[in-house]
């Protein structure tokens, strides 16, 4: 029966995941036939509704100067009694959500002074606010009113509607352009030339709309599983290469390594030449990365100075010969600024099956390792046991 209910929980998941697929596609198709900026609006609140099953959802949307927000489109219950209404910026949750620059759910209570704890629950009642932020400027939001069914909105819902709402903003944005260039149109016969030579460029943007929101879509892909400052693969996706290569390891009786590396007193580059220096300096570290890598090969970055490699069907001698390419590749000083900077590292080495059998287990003891490649100034160690002791 275990086994069958978790089944039948892995179905439902996928019905759900094929639902929000579907949601989002048919989204995407939809408003890019859109050039009216009223009608994209109408078709978010619409599509947003379905998403998060809400009784009511509204689109604020911000004027140019910021200083008071309008309802620009809404459905579901008592929404037309409130599109068309405006309201200061500073006033109830879409002012919240602007000066933080953040969703507004019930769990941002829980961070809340109790004094604006009571104030807020009293005023927002059970509402979910994703902003929409275009490239340019802040644009609004999405403001989902109590859940159908009496419930609260959940942490799926503000990460459905977060991901909506990404989407969803550079159409808007770019709808608004369109919308401000049809009325300069109207405004004047003198620009008319002008403006047909815009309208051909924007004619042939919206052409590519649902290219470009697919590609949106991989874009946001792509950050969640990487480092936004070197662009190597983040800890999230060192590990889930790391566990896919346990998996063909273990079914094709092969070994893989894992390297742990920490920049030595990386510290001291950033408090002696600032954080910009820093930040430079791990960008060329992870390009010095790169060049040692063969094809199968993942660098990733785990955080501050602490940076990963596996290495899929490579044994103890052949991690080995990787780490004195790392060594040897980090000897060359680095040019930050006006400023040529050497920087050592210390790495260490742990393998499957022999020193772990899953992924913490082997990221575990590759770091004990690193840690004795510091304590040690030999530049890498291979995990052995008993190596924990030392780091009491």
């Known amino acids: 029966m275990k086994k069958e209910s978790q089944i039948f929980l892995l179905e439902s998941q996928l019905r759900d995941r094929e639902f929000e697929i579907a949601m989002l596609r048919e989204t995407a198709e939809a408003i890019s036939g859109e050039l009216s900026l009223d009608n994209v609006f109408q078709v978010v609140a619409d599509h947003a509704r379905k998403l998060i099953l809400?009784?009511?959802?509204?689109?604020?949307?911000?004027?140019?100067?910021?200083?008071?927000?309008?309802?620009?489109?809404?459905?579901?219950?008592?929404?037309?009694?409130?599109?068309?209404?405006?309201?200061?910026?500073?006033?109830?949750?879409?002012?919240?959500?602007?000066?933080?620059?953040?969703?507004?759910?019930h769990g941002v209570l829980k961070e809340l002074s109790e004094e604006e704890r009571n104030r807020w629950e009293k005023e927002a009642g059970t509402i979910i606010l994703v902003p929409l932020i275009g490239k340019r400027h802040f644009l609004g939001g999405i403001a989902g009113i109590?859940?159908?069914?009496?419930?609260?909105?959940?942490?799926?819902?503000?990460?459905?509607?977060t991901l909506f709402a990404h989407q969803v903003s550079y159409t808007i944005e770019n709808a608004e352009l369109f919308d401000q260039l049809t009325k300069s149109k109207l405004q004047s016969d003198e620009y008319q030339?002008?403006?047909?030579?815009?309208?051909?460029?924007?004619?042939r943007r919206v052409a590519q709309r649902t290219t470009a929101l697919a590609d949106?879509?991989?874009?946001?892909?792509?950050?969640?599983?990487?480092?936004m400052l070197t662009d190597l693969p983040n800890?999230?996706?060192?590990?889930?290469?790391?566990?896919?290569?346990?998996?063909i390891a273990k079914r094709e009786k092969k070994v893989i390594s894992l390297m742990m590396i920490d920049l030595n007193r990386f510290k001291e580059v950033n408090d002696k030449h600032g954080h910009d220096a820093g930040d430079s300096l791990l960008k060329q570290v992870a390009m010095r990365l790169r060049r040692i890598l063969r094809q199968s090969d993942t660098a990733g970055r785990l955080g501050g100075d602490e940076f990963a490699i596996v290495l899929p069907?490579?044994?103890?001698?052949?991690?080995?010969?990787?780490?004195?390419?790392?060594?040897?590749?980090?000897?060359s000083p680095?040019?930050?600024?006006?400023?040529?900077?050497?920087?050592?590292?210390s790495v260490g080495i742990a393998m499957y099956p022999q020193h772990g059998g899953d992924v913490a287990g082997l990221c575990r003891n590759a770091d004990v390792a690193m840690y004795a490649a510091k304590r040690s100034g030999r530049g890498y160690a291979i995990y052995r046991p008993g190596d924990e002791k030392n780091m009491m």
């Open 54 to 105: 809400a009784e009511t959802v509204l689109i604020p949307v911000l004027d140019e100067k910021l200083a008071q927000y309008t309802y620009r489109a809404g459905c579901g219950k008592n929404a037309d009694e409130i599109v068309g209404q405006s309201l200061p910026l500073d006033t109830g949750v879409c002012g919240w959500v602007w000066r933080n620059k953040r969703p507004w759910w």
């Open 146 to 161: 109590n859940k159908i069914g009496s419930k609260d909105f959940t942490q799926r819902d503000l990460d459905l509607l």
């Open 193 to 203: 030339r002008e403006l047909q030579a815009l309208n051909t460029e924007l004619e």
């Open 216 to 227: 949106a879509v991989k874009e946001l892909e792509h950050l969640a599983m990487h480092d």
């Open 235 to 247: 800890r999230s996706l060192v590990e889930d290469r790391l566990q896919q290569g346990i998996h």
């Open 313 to 331: 069907s490579t044994d103890a001698a052949g991690a080995m010969k990787v780490a004195e390419k790392l060594l040897k590749v980090m000897e």
């Open 334 to 345: 680095f040019k930050v600024g006006e400023n040529s900077l050497s920087i050592a590292c």
